[in-house]
């Protein structure tokens, strides 16, 4: 059974920074594309961050250069650094994962596992 746990989320000041973690579980981690996405009141869930299998990563205009997605197949955990951060940035932050993971996709209901989600929180 997968299992995908997030953590790190809470709350920030505008142009503070926060780590999220993703700890997987129940599947084979080093060839899955794992993503990051979240979702604010009213919004459609958007991605903010995917890494492939091979490290490849895809980030939308939005937060490319505040957001770093990274990943250690050793661990089956990947990270979201979020720099800079602004309050529309406030939403709940999903992990995902998603086989065939040699490719980015950025529609998230092309991806099979979730987490729980975690909450972030930036404040004006």
């Known amino acids: 059974q997968v299992q995908l746990v997030e953590s790190g989320g809470g709350l920030v000041q505008a142009g503070g920074s926060l780590r999220l973690s993703c700890a997987a579980s129940g599947l084979p981690f080093s060839s899955y594309l794992m993503g990051w996405f979240r979702q604010a009141p009213g919004k459609e869930r958007e991605l903010v961050a995917a890494?492939?299998?091979?490290?490849?990563?895809n980030y939308p205009d939005s937060v490319k250069g505040r957001f770093t997605i990274s990943r250690d197949n050793a661990k089956n955990t990947v990270w979201l650094q979020m720099n800079s951060l602004k309050p529309e940035d406030t939403a709940v932050y999903y992990c995902?994962?998603?086989?065939?993971?040699?490719?980015?996709?950025?529609?998230?209901?092309?991806?099979?596992?979730w987490g729980q989600g975690t909450q972030v929180t930036v404040s004006s």
């Open positions: 995902a994962a998603r086989d065939r993971g040699g490719k980015v996709v950025v529609n998230w209901r092309e991806y099979y596992s």
């Open positions: 890494i492939t299998s091979s490290g490849s990563t």
